[in-house]
T-cell receptor, first 111, second 114 residues
Framework: QKEVEQNSGPLSVPEGAIASLNCTYS??????FFWYRQYSGKSPELIMF????GDKEDGRFTAQLNKASQYVSLLIRDSQPSDSATYLC???????????FGKGTKLTVNP | DAGVIQSPRHEVTEMGQEVTLRCKPI?????LFWYRQTMMRGLELLIY????????DSGMPEDRFSAKMPNASFSTLKIQPSEPRDSAVYFC????????????FGPGTRLTVT
């Protein structure tokens, strides 16, 4: 059974701090990795995707991938109260469109 | 551009009734996915289609669940008969298709079976 694990949190950070969200996956054949943000009562919203080892930056968000360690993370710099949400990590095996989601980490940014 | 459209947004029904959920993918997207989200199990893939053909239905919980995609712009997920344990939020998502493709989610249908 392919698994994606996330710390359920809640993770609480002060406004302006860096929030670090982590995800591990079991399938070594995984090739694509996604971070979704989900506000309470809303649908998942894609915020980052990464396919290669290393870092990928988009505004205040940085995704980091280490395939050898089967680890992917999301850093949110200068965290804002509007970043308070549940962050879902999703992983697809190579050659497949199927995404396996973690159960998410709830982030709270305190003003 | 319109995103993924789902209807209804909320559905309350009694156990034993048939429920049909509807989805219109983003125009030009070739793959469509049905997910179910609950607090206990998180977000689970039920079935996905590519070019209107079901590719993987291994996540469909049992024969009470069925899904169709008669054309590129419409899909249904049907539950017959419905049970209280089917209560969840059902999401439809679409993508351009193929690996390394991002999926975009619709607003979801919140189903309550009493």
């Amino acid at each position: 059974q392919k698994e994606v694990e996330q710390n359920s949190g809640p993770l609480s950070v002060p406004e302006g701090a860096i929030a670090s969200l982590n995800c591990t996956y079991s399938d070594r054949g995984s090739q694509s990795f996604f971070w979704y943000r989900q506000y309470s009562g809303k649908s998942p919203e894609l915020i980052m995707f990464i396919y290669s080892n290393g870092d990928k930056e988009d505004g205040r968000f940085t995704a980091q991938l280490n395939k050898a360690s089967q680890y992917v993370s999301l850093l949110i710099r200068d965290s804002q109260p509007s970043d308070s949400a549940t962050y879902l990590c999703a992983v697809a095996q190579g050659g497949s469109e199927k995404l396996v989601f973690g159960k998410g980490t709830k982030l709270t940014v305190n003003p | 551009d319109a995103g993924v459209i789902q209807s209804p947004r909320h559905e309350v029904t009694e156990m034993g009734q048939e429920v049909t959920l509807r989805c219109k993918p983003i125009s030009g997207h070739n793959s469509l996915f049905w997910y179910r989200q609950t607090m206990m199990r998180g977000l689970e893939l039920l079935i996905y289609f590519n070019n209107n053909v079901p590719i993987d239905d291994s996540g469909m919980p049992e024969d009470r669940f069925s899904a169709k995609m008669p054309n590129a712009s419409f899909s249904t997920l049907k539950i017959q008969p419905s049970e209280p344990r089917d209560s969840a939020v059902y999401f439809c998502a679409s993508s351009l298709g193929g690996e390394l493709r991002e999926q975009y989610f619709g607003p979801g249908t919140r189903l309550t079976v009493t």
